[in-house]
């Protein structure tokens, strides 16, 4: 299995990215995928994920700005970032793993399968 994140780069505030997450070696229809990030000094916190049936899930700090979404044919997750915050700043990581509950999404612990990283800076 192997997920591979890109898209990031370096944005002023108020501007825009979207991440792809591309993936192989797993039926991605059954998987729920995720992003998370982790900022220089901090842990790594839940930003949003989306169910094989496409139900989402999004941390406060983002809803309204940002949009996961899957597509089953390629075999990819996006991250669609509008109205960034210097505060978006943060190494970006896509994870997958099958059967995770609606409710429990937001904990890395419930991912067995994770992408190297795509780094993202929001300067002000």
């Known amino acids: 299995v192997q997920l591979q994140a890109f898209g990031g780069g370096l944005v002023q505030a108020g501007g825009y990215l979207r991440l792809s997450c591309a993936t192989s070696g797993l039926t991605f229809r059954q998987y729920s995928m995720a992003w998370f990030r982790q900022a220089p000094g901090k842990e790594r916190e839940f930003v949003a994920a989306i169910r094989y049936n496409s139900n989402t899930l999004y941390a406060d700090s983002v809803k309204g700005r940002f949009t996961i979404s899957r597509d089953n044919a390629k075999n990819t997750v996006f991250l669609q970032m509008n109205n960034l915050k210097p505060e978006d700043t943060a190494v970006y990581y896509c994870?997958?793993?099958?059967?995770?509950?609606?409710?429990?999404?937001?904990?890395?612990?419930?991912?067995?399968?994770w992408g190297q990283g795509t780094e993202v800076t929001v300067s002000s």
């Open positions: 994870a997958g793993d099958r059967q995770i509950i609606l409710s429990s999404l937001k904990f890395p612990s419930e991912y067995d399968y």
